[in-house]
T-cell receptor
Framework: AQKITQTQPGMFVQEKEAVTLDCTYDTSDPSYGLFWYKQPSSGEMIFLIYQGSYDQQNATEGRYSLNFQKARKSANLVISASQLGDSAMYFCAMRRASGGSNYKLTFGKGTLLTVNP | NAGVTQTPKFQVLKTGQSMTLQCAQDMNHEYMSWYRQDPGMGLRLIHYSVGAGITDQGEVPNGYNVSRSTTEDFPLRLLSAAPSQTSVYFC????????????FGPGTRLTVT
């Protein structure tokens, strides 16, 4: 079964500094997608960034980048120049494309990021 | 576009009662799913659908039923509510494939007493 591991239950970062949130995954499928979602205290799930298993370059979206190391099965989220509004729960997720998975999305347990002023 | 809508936002049930959580999307997405979120557990998949008339179980399906008669709607039925079903429930939809992000509804906070 596929599995997503986020080993940092909580992280603290100073405003304007960069922070890396860790994510490792376990799958034997060649084709999959990796996603990061943000959940602020208001509760909604916000899509941040996507990385495909066949993508040669790391994904970037504004201040978010994904450090994708396929051989290590890791997909860490890097937030540059942290802002107070970045304080939230962050979830890593994976979507498989084969093995009868029907594209199910599997989530990690999340990392709670707190940005200090 | 309204995106993914869920009703109600909050609900309190007594043990043994039944109810239906509503979910609708207006993006013509084939794929719809229901998750529950519990503290420290992330989001866990309850049921999903890859198109009208096609549903399947996820990771935690017991105590829940779904059906999908139209592309737009994907209701989740609690057959006989139990305190263990106290949770936040999210509905999501997407195009079908590994590269597409899921769009989430705002969630329903359910308390079973």
């Amino acid at each position: 079964a596929q599995k997503i591991t986020q080993t940092q239950p909580g992280m603290f970062v100073q405003e304007k500094e960069a922070v890396t949130l860790d994510c490792t995954y376990d799958t034997s499928d060649p084709s999959y997608g990796l996603f990061w979602y943000k959940q602020p205290s208001s509760g909604e799930m916000i899509f941040l960034i996507y990385q495909g298993s066949y993508d040669q370059q790391n994904a970037t979206e504004g201040r978010y980048s994904l450090n994708f190391q396929k051989a290590r099965k890791s997909a860490n989220l890097v937030i540059s120049a942290s802002q107070l509004g970045d304080s939230a729960m962050y979830f890593c997720a994976m979507r498989r494309a084969s093995g009868g998975s029907n594209y199910k999305l599997t989530f990690g347990k999340g990392t709670l990021l707190t940005v200090n002023p | 576009n309204a995106g993914v809508t869920q009703t109600p936002k909050f609900q309190v049930l007594k043990t043994g009662q039944s109810m239906t959580l509503q979910c609708a999307q207006d993006m013509n997405h084939e794929y719809m799913s229901w998750y529950r979120q519990d503290p420290g557990m992330g989001l866990r998949l309850i049921h999903y659908s890859v198109g009208a008339g096609i549903t399947d179980q996820g990771e935690v399906p017991n105590g829940y039923n779904v059906s999908r008669s139209t592309t737009e709607d994907f209701p989740l039925r609690l057959l006989s509510a139990a305190p263990s079903q106290t949770s936040v429930y999210f509905c999501a939809s997407s195009l079908r494939g590994p590269t597409y992000e899921q769009y989430f509804g705002p969630g329903t906070r359910l308390t079973v007493t």
